[in-house]
């Protein structure tokens, strides 16, 4: 499978950011089996969970991001979303698109003070 993220960018804090992933290699019906989640890695930290989605949209998120993020997915498009709210310095990172061991090549998020 290949994962392609796209969507990042530079905001200030407070702003709004959404970034996307798209399987672009998948079957419809490969993509509809997979749990699909978000990472991120800021610099010099390991890569730590952001948040998930079944192909049914059952949910789940870091206490860090809970509130301000929200993760969907359009399973006819073979696509997921992060939208990102109220972002903060702190959410500063790569942010990974995956399924199982599948990993895109990551989008760079900065958001500035």
């Known amino acids: 499978a290949q994962l392609v993220e796209s969507g990042g960018g530079l905001v200030q804090a407070g702003g709004s950011l959404r970034i996307s992933c798209v399987a672009s290699?998948?079957?419809?019906?490969?993509?509809?089996?997979?749990?699909m989640n978000w990472y991120r890695q800021a610099p010099g930290k390991q890569r730590e969970f952001v948040a998930s989605?079944?192909?049914?949209?059952?949910?789940n998120y870091a206490d860090s991001v809970k509130g301000r993020f929200t993760i969907s997915r359009d399973n006819s498009r073979k696509r997921i979303y992060l939208q990102m709210n109220d972002l903060k310095p702190e959410d500063t990172g790569i942010y990974y698109c995956?399924?199982?061991?599948?990993w895109g090549q990551g989008t760079q998020v900065t958001v500035s003070s």
């Open positions: 989605i079944t192909y049914r949209h059952t949910t």
């Open positions: 290699r998948d079957i419809l019906s490969v993509f509809n089996s997979y749990v």
């Open positions: 995956n399924r199982s061991t599948d």
